[in-house]
Structure formats: C-alpha cells, structure tokens
C-alpha cells in the first residue's frame, strides 16, 4: 500500500485534531518562543525575559509551567534526628525546617516559635519578601510562605553551620517552594509566576550572601 508524505506542519495539525502531538511537538526550543504569548504580556513577566532569557533555567521554569516537561517540585535530602547529641539534632531540625515545605514549616511555627523549643537557641524571626532590584515585580504576598522558610534556613544555619553549600540548598529549596506556589496557579497565571520564581531565586543566588 502506497504511503503518505505529509508536510511537518500539516501533520502536525492532524495528529492535533485528533487529540495526539508529534514528539518534542510540545517543547519550544527558546526562550523567544514565549515573548509573544499573551500569558506573559505584562511588564514583570516581559523584563523578565529580557533580563534572564539566556540563562537556561528560565526557559526550564517556562516549560514546566506550560507543562512541556516534568514538574520538579523535590526538595532536598534533609539528616535524620537522632535523639544522642543536642547540637546534631538541633542542626538536623533545622535544615528540615529549612529545606523543608511550607506546610512543614508552617505547622514548626505555630508550635514552637519563640518558646524555646524544641531546641534552643533558634531564630523564629521574618521578614517577608524583597523583590528583585530593577524588575517591579509583585509576588511578594504570593512567595510570602515562601520567604518564611527561606528566612528561617538562613537565620540558623548562618549560626550552626555557615557554608556555602548550606545557603545553596537554602536557595534551592526556596525556589522548590515557590515553584509549588505557582503550581497551585490556574493555568494562564502559572507562566508568569514561574517566571517570578526564577527572578526571585536568581536575585537570592546573586546577591543573598550578605544575609547569611
């Protein structure tokens, strides 16, 4: 039986129409391909991707907001309490309080902020959300939850155990939980708050180390 030769482009609306895409079909292949989606048409959302369009974790976020590759909402890998050494513990508490989500945190603090449990020497205090200089954006009420944990990570482990390595995690679970965040979004508000995401975790990256 003699086969078929359709353009890319024809096949591609035909397998559409019958509910199934080409493969890769779905996945832009830059970060221009979403400066004129109508989803990003607003000011934050447009400085965005003119300030970090070349850096690749943008375009990742973009694609996990449209859905174009897998969410990756994981946390990091956080020690065990033992119950044999204080300081272990106290530090292990806090990194799954820090690297933790929000709920997690959530539910810490409304059990133990500023009682002295359940170890001491621990720095419940907060401050919300700075957004990313030069960019105008909101989001500061939305990433608020966020920020709490984000606060929390960098306000004790800067006292137990100040590395660099510490505050990367600390930033990476912040965007995890931002990401999150958005997630919850209906879906025409989900690309341009994953694309505030990445701007709040660049500015942490770059100009966080003072505050931790």
């Known amino acids: 039986m003699r086969s078929l030769l359709l353009p890319a482009a024809l096949l591609s609306l035909t397998l559409m129409a019958c509910g199934q895409t080409t493969p890769n079909a779905s ?17 934050g959302s447009q400085a965005i991707l003119e300030k970090y369009g070349n850096l690749p974790g943008l375009l990742e976020a973009l694609q996990e907001a449209y859905g ?27 990194k799954r309080t820090g690297w933790g989500s929000v ?5 810490q603090y409304a059990a133990y902020a500023f009682t002295g449990y359940p170890y001491p020497g621990l720095d419940w205090g ?36 100040r590395t660099d390595a510490n505050r990367q995690t600390t930033d990476e679970a912040f965007y995890t939980n931002m990401k999150a965040i958005c997630a919850a979004k209906s879906w025409y508000k989900r690309p341009a708050c994953y694309s505030a995401a990445f701007a709040y975790y660049e500015a942490v990256r770059l100009r966080g180390g003072g505050s931790f």
């Not at 996945?27 to 048409?41: C, F, K, M, N, W």
């Not at 700075?130 to 606060?151: I, K, M, Q």
């Open 27 to 43: 996945v832009s292949t830059g970060i221009d391909a979403y400066a004129q989606r109508p989803e990003l048409q607003n000011a």
């Open 68 to 94: 174009e590759r897998p969410a990756d909402l994981s946390l990091p890998a956080t020690p065990t309490i033992t119950g044999l050494d204080l300081a272990s513990d106290r530090l292990a508490y806090i």
């Open 103 to 107: 709920n997690n945190y959530t539910s």
């Open 126 to 161: 907060r401050d919300g959300c700075s957004a990313p200089d030069g960019l105008g954006l909101g989001y500061r009420e939305d990433f608020r939850p966020a920020c709490n944990v984000h606060d929390f990570g960098y306000r004790n482990l800067k006292v137990y155990q």
